[in-house]
């Protein structure tokens, strides 16, 4: 497999990491697992970590992968999801996702790095103390 999935309780996060290149599909399943974790419930906040990665995804599956996200939705609830992206394709794919996202109650924004995405979730925890304490 190449990614896995972490739910960490205390701080109210799950952990996406990608290990090696995730397509599509791969992705949509990862999305589906999520949903039923033990303990996933509305309103959890999501790090996916592209950094380890390439995505292979195009442009209509950027699209496609929105609107899975928008029937999604409702079970998510009012949450942010913090993408990290190093590379450019991942960060120019997550950017188009998050402008296609726009609307939705998931509020979606994309970082290149740990730094730059501290205190956007709002868990009054920084990111890299969030990886760190939601080992694979």
Do not use: C
């Not at 952990?15 to 697992?33: G, H, N, P, W, Y």
Request: proline share 3%.
């Amino acid at each position: 497999m190449s990614h896995t999935i972490k739910l960490n309780e205390e701080l109210g996060v799950l952990v996406l990491r990608a290990k090696r290149s995730m397509d599509v599909v791969e992705i949509k399943t990862a999305f589906d697992e999520m949903v039923h974790l033990p303990g996933f419930r509305e309103g959890l906040s999501l790090i996916v970590d592209f950094r380890g990665s390439e995505t292979p995804v195009s442009g209509p599956e950027v699209r496609q992968l929105a609107e899975y996200a928008q029937r999604a939705d409702a079970k998510w609830g009012t949450t942010k999801w913090a993408f990290l992206a190093s590379a450019d394709t991942a960060y120019g794919l997550s950017r188009i996702f998050m402008a296609l996202t726009s609307e939705h109650q998931v509020e979606t924004h994309v970082f290149r790095t740990l730094a730059d995405a501290n205190g956007w979730l709002g868990l009054g925890v920084n990111v890299d103390e969030i990886l760190v304490r939601t080992p694979d």
